[in-house]
């Protein structure tokens, strides 16, 4: 009899419960170099009892290859410390799966402090490992977006400058036509390739709508067709009973058009494209089921070695020579599959062609969304409104929300720009303004000298400041309609009205 009362065994079998699901174990190595392990290491190795002689030897076989001698290194050093001691290495286990395990160890000693030998704690830590590399995939994707999107702009306006400069070249008497021609086309092709860089990096919100697949990818075949030639076929095989996705269409068709690309790229001479679209009910992480549409691009290519296939998402991963791949495709595609809700797949072996599926969530409405309308009532009537705003960014933003509202917007920066633009235009219906100006004009002192000539302006004040009593306009005569800056469309479209 040990002895042991109820609470202990039972606070035994708690601890063994925390072992088993922190994925926990511990071991020993005695003075004699006997290596006992716990039931839960066991489990963790994945070696039973019964096929295990204790030696430290077959610890090391289980040890992946690259890391034994580290392993090796790490205890023969801890002899000589006080103590503890963390590592971390890789294990295959007997049944071939690959797991990262993090092992702390003590020296036991005796009194004297002579080493009497080792004893630790082993835990499964995949997972974490797992997550951490994802965490560094999608930072490092993140930094990629961000930089390649600020070059790209800059790069865009470069490139624009070569353009221009070697069209005015071509309107000089003596120039050799064939460099300048070549000149030009490296520039739009450096414009096409910044334009993917960028579209990689936009980081706008997805309109999402319903969307029905079928007939989206009927109306892309002919134009399919034409981008893949004459000596590659190209095949549908749509269901009729599909239902409709949750996506934003614009950028789905760039991806399929991309997959085709990629499609007629990985053939050779001949052979065949196949596009094909059904319904897929997925499991989810939490055993239920999701249901998507399955988009798939076929073809009779190439295909992947399973080296490049894990690595085809990859940005600026490519295998095809300068100047032909950015390596961008897969990742644009994967990227904006992703942002939607949705999976990417990609089937491939090494002259076994090609299967890249995109599964698309299915959209719950049951009918396309209607087409977005603004309520008629705040829409303009094709007035005519000068805008005299001194900062160009927020002005051009406003001339956009403007235009889209069905009004005719004339930008001014300042005084002499908004009494000119209005002696051009004769007048405008509406003045929208802002109160301070750059070089201390102000707003409303502009408009009053605009209203002196033409009376019947309706006049709109815009602030950033909420309530600063020396701005509001009310001095100049009656109340006036004040905005205060940032205003959403629909305040603005409201204020106009
Ligand atoms: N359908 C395909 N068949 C064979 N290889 C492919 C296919 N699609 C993509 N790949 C491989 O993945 C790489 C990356 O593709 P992608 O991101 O579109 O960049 P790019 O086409 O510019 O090389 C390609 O260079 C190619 O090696
Ligand atoms: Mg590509």
Redesign the pocket.
């Known amino acids: 009899m040990s002895g042991r009362t109820s609470e202990q065994i039972l606070q035994d079998a708690l601890l063994r419960e925390v072992y088993r699901v922190a994925k926990i174990g511990t071991w020993e190595v005695s003075s004699e170099d006997e290596l006992i392990w716990s039931d839960e290491t066991h489990d963790l190795f994945g070696v039973d009892r019964s096929d295990f002689g204790g030696t430290i030897e077959e610890f090391h076989r289980i040890v992946h290859p690259e890391d034994v001698e580290r392993v090796r290194r790490v205890a023969d050093f801890s002899d000589t410390l006080n103590t503890h001691f963390n590592s971390e290495y890789r294990i295959v286990r007997p049944d071939g799966a690959l797991r990262h395990m993090r092992q702390t160890a003590i020296v036991l000693r005796d009194a004297r402090g002579n080493p009497l030998g080792f004893s630790g704690v082993v835990q499964d830590v995949s997972e974490q490992v797992e997550t951490e590399a994802q965490l560094r995939q999608a930072q490092k994707m993140e930094a990629i977006g961000q930089l390649s999107g600020g070059v790209a702009h800059d790069f865009n306006n470069i490139l624009a400058a070569i353009m221009s400069a070697a069209e005015l070249l071509q309107m000089e008497d003596d120039y050799d036509p064939d460099l300048v021609e070549s000149i030009i086309n490296s520039a739009k092709r450096g414009g096409e390739l910044t334009n993917r860089l960028l579209s990689f990096a936009r980081k706008q919100p997805l309109r999402k709508t319903c969307v029905d697949a079928v007939p989206l990818i009927r109306g892309m075949a002919p134009m399919l067709d034409r981008l893949i030639g004459p000596d590659i076929t190209l095949d549908l095989a749509l269901s009729d009973q599909v239902w409709r996705l949750e996506a934003d269409p614009a950028p789905l068709q760039e991806a399929l058009l991309?997959l085709v690309v990629?499609?007629r790229?990985?053939i050779d001479s001949a052979g065949k494209i196949t596009l094909s679209c059904r319904n897929a009910s997925v499991p989810g992480p939490m055993g239920d089921c999701r249901d998507y549409v399955e988009i798939n691009v076929i073809?009779t290519?190439?295909?992947?070695s399973e080296e490049?296939r894990q690595q085809?998402r990859d940005p600026f991963?490519?295998?095809?020579p300068v100047g032909q791949?950015?390596?961008?495709?897969?990742?644009m595609v994967d990227g904006y599959v992703r942002q939607s809700g949705g999976q990417i797949h990609i089937h491939?072996g090494l002259g076994k062609g090609?299967r890249?599926a995109l599964l698309l969530p299915r959209s719950e409405h049951t009918a396309p969304d209607p087409a977005p309308r603004r309520t008629r009532a705040n829409q303009g009537n094709g007035e005519r409104v000068l805008v005299i705003e001194d900062n160009v960014d927020l002005a051009r933003l406003i001339q956009r929300q403007l235009s889209s509202l069905n009004y005719r917007p004339t930008l001014a920066a300042n005084r002499r720009d908004a009494l000119q633009a209005a002696a051009q235009a004769g007048g405008f219906d509406i003045v929208l303004s802002d109160i301070l100006l750059a070089n201390g004009e102000r707003g409303p002192a502009v408009v009053e000298e605009l209203l002196a000539l033409y009376p019947d302006m309706k006049t709109v004040f815009m602030t950033g400041f909420a309530s600063d009593d020396q701005t509001t306009p009310h001095a100049f005569g009656e109340p006036k309609v004040v905005l205060s800056k940032p205003f959403k469309i629909e305040e603005l479209a409201k204020a106009l009205r």
């Open positions: 991309n990629n499609a790229d990985a073809d290519g190439s295909g992947m490049v085809a991963f490519t295998t095809k791949g950015s390596g961008l495709g897969l990742s491939s090609t890249v």
